[in-house]
């Protein structure tokens, strides 16, 4: 493996205009003593040693940085900030935005996205894919509920007996056709020669801007490292079912 660390780049410029918060919703209260963004920090700290993580930002995140500044240092995992480009929008668009602090692998995670149960060896497991030699692959539970698939990064996984692979891609693919897909990632890793080609064909398909069917090449085929269910809390539906649940 290379010395050079892996970089993880989370997205971190959003508005959170849906739930129309008065802090950053990475800054969402999900328990005592506790905010969303503690969950994605704690995937990554049985990694610290192999990352460092580049958080994109916009203007206003001034208590995000102090935050994971603090929780940053407290893992000894090396930690930047970058702009997101304004000519690039979308989560994809903050993800380009980080390319010259790109790794030999690179992961994306969202800090609105919280697994029901931890998964300590998800972010080891889908790097050491990538240097298994996968240009790409994506971190996915499955799901069945058609208005889940709707709204999130829908996937089609195929069957097979080794490790599951993507078939089928859409992004907020609607209620029509939600019932071709089965299940919705969570990450997504990357090699740094396949990163130019898998982000065009990504942040594309998030703009609903695919031309062609065979826009979505790059994405297919990518392996899948399965993980339990997990909650988007950029809505206040689904922050409230967190919640529930978590006092269950």
């Given at each position: 493996?290379?010395?050079?660390?892996?970089?993880?780049?989370?997205?971190?410029?959003?508005?959170?205009?849906?739930?129309?918060?008065?802090?950053?919703?990475?800054?969402?209260?999900?328990?005592?003593?506790?905010?969303?963004?503690?969950?994605?920090?704690?995937?990554?700290?049985?990694?610290?040693?192999?990352?460092?993580?580049?958080?994109?930002?916009?203007?206003?995140?001034?208590?995000?940085?102090?935050?994971?500044?603090?929780?940053?240092?407290?893992?000894?995992?090396?930690?930047?900030?970058?702009?997101?480009?304004?000519?690039?929008?979308?989560?994809?668009?903050?993800?380009?935005?980080?390319?010259?602090?790109?790794?030999?692998?690179?992961?994306?995670?969202?800090?609105?996205?919280?697994?029901?149960?931890?998964?300590?060896?998800?972010?080891?497991?889908?790097?050491?894919?990538?240097?298994?030699?996968?240009?790409?692959?994506?971190?996915?539970?499955?799901?069945s509920d058609p208005e889940r698939l709707a709204v999130?990064?829908?996937?089609?996984?195929?069957?097979?007996?080794?490790?599951?692979?993507?078939?089928?891609?859409?992004?907020?693919?609607?209620?029509?056709?939600?019932?071709?897909?089965?299940?919705?990632?969570?990450?997504?890793?990357?090699?740094?020669?396949?990163?130019?080609?898998?982000?065009?064909?990504?942040?594309?398909?998030t703009l609903h801007r695919l031309a062609q069917p065979?826009?979505?090449?790059?994405?297919?085929?990518?392996?899948?490292?399965?993980?339990?269910?997990?909650?988007?809390?950029?809505?206040?539906?689904?922050?409230?079912?967190?919640?529930?649940?978590?006092?269950?």
């Amino acid at each position: 493996m290379s010395a050079e660390r892996d970089t993880v780049v989370l997205p971190l410029a959003g508005a959170g205009s849906r739930l129309g918060l008065p802090t950053p919703k990475e800054l969402l209260p999900t328990g005592e003593g506790r905010v969303a963004l503690d969950a994605t920090v704690e995937l990554l700290a049985p990694h610290a040693s192999r990352l460092r993580l580049v958080a994109v930002i916009g203007d206003g995140r001034e208590s995000t940085v102090r935050y994971l500044r603090s929780r940053c240092t407290e893992l000894g995992l090396p930690l930047a900030f970058a702009f997101q480009d304004p000519g690039l929008p979308e989560s994809t668009g903050a993800v380009l935005s980080a390319e010259p602090w790109f790794g030999p692998a690179t992961l994306v995670l969202l800090a609105d996205q919280v697994l029901h149960t931890p998964e300590p060896e998800a972010v080891g497991d889908i790097l050491d894919l990538i240097h298994a030699g996968h240009p790409a692959a994506f971190l996915a539970a499955r799901e069945s509920d058609p208005e889940r698939l709707a709204v999130d990064g829908a996937l089609l996984l195929d069957d097979a007996p080794d490790r599951p692979r993507v078939v089928g891609f859409a992004d907020k693919p609607g209620l029509q056709t939600a019932g071709r897909f089965n299940a919705i990632w969570f990450g997504y890793a990357v090699a740094r020669p396949s990163a130019p080609r898998f982000l065009a064909a990504l942040h594309h398909a998030t703009l609903h801007r695919l031309a062609q069917p065979d826009d979505l090449t790059a994405l297919l085929g990518a392996p899948v490292i399965e993980v339990g269910q997990f909650s988007d809390l950029g809505t206040w539906p689904a922050v409230t079912a967190y919640w529930t649940a978590a006092r269950s």
